[in-house]
């Protein structure tokens, strides 16, 4: 297909454009942006994500991202070439970071958890199945749990941008967890703008891909239009968060942590065993009642204590 290079809705994901300064961020490096309009139109929402499968398969993976990347995840037991058990590894808790460990409740998010068990194992069944015949033998890689599969809304502190305080919009990247009271005080004001918005949010499955990230993602569209809305009451709440954030609609189902090229060849059966399976899951629904503040542990498995916070318990708004 023919990428748009000059509109708005397509931010080239380049890799020259993913160093900051000196300083190689993998996580930011793995993040892709997608414009305000694209976010809330459907189509050119599916276009975006056409583009990522594309890159993917024209260009292979962005190799310094997932190499960058491997570090927040432990290979120690990896038997690259062996059994797919064998070649499966798992993410650090943050108390296992090197050179330092992030303090106690350092990463701190808004999450929508898959609630739907039936839909739940047939993505677990689609991501075992590309994962485990889609890659090289020679590529290790961490596969999600289905109690990990979440999409996430808004982050008040990231592994790679810790803020103590999220209304504070002087706070630089500071290596000290929150207080109680900023935790108390960032629940119950989720609680409070979630508690506004329309009781149910509807997520479509428009199709799995590998980006050249090397996330196995599951690309969703938000048919009830509620979350572009949750993020920007979030923004405007938060001063003080990160100003990376997620700009899509997405579950991750795996990562790979080996940084070796893949074939064209073989990227073309990955995309094969993709369309397969994104033909079977395209169009199925989850239907949304609550999100969950997280303060996690372990990076990208939303591992640690939750809090639930309803939809609509409060007036209802447009957003």
Known sequence: MEIPSD???????TRECRHEGDTFNPIQAVKVECSDDAQRDPEKL??????????FLEEGLNLGAIEAQSLYFDVSSREEGGTNEQRRVQPKWYTQFVPVPLPPKAVRLCVAFMNDQSLSDDIYKATCDILDRGLP???SYHESRQSHYHQTIFMTSRPDDMRPDPWSIDA??????????VIDREIQMMKDIVGTVSPQIVLEIYKILLADSGTLL???LDTSDRIHGIRKAFRDSFPGAP??????????????VTPKQICREQRQHIQSLCSTWSE?????????????????EQFTTVEGERTALP??????RSE
């Open 243 to 256: 100003a990376k954030q997620s700009t899509i609609y997405h579950m991750s189902l795996g990562r790979i």
């Open 311 to 316: 939809l609509g318990h409060g007036h209802t």
């Open 218 to 220: 599951l690309c969703l």
């Open 280 to 296: 079977r899951l395209r169009g199925r629904t989850c239907a949304l009642e609550e999100l969950h503040h997280v303060i996690e």
């Open 46 to 55: 599916k276009q975006f994500y056409d583009s990522m499968e594309h890159r």
């Open 7 to 13: 509109s708005k809705d397509f931010i080239p994901m």
């Open 137 to 139: 033998s020679d590529h």
């Open 172 to 181: 630089c990247i500071q290596h000290i967890g929150p207080s109680i009271d």
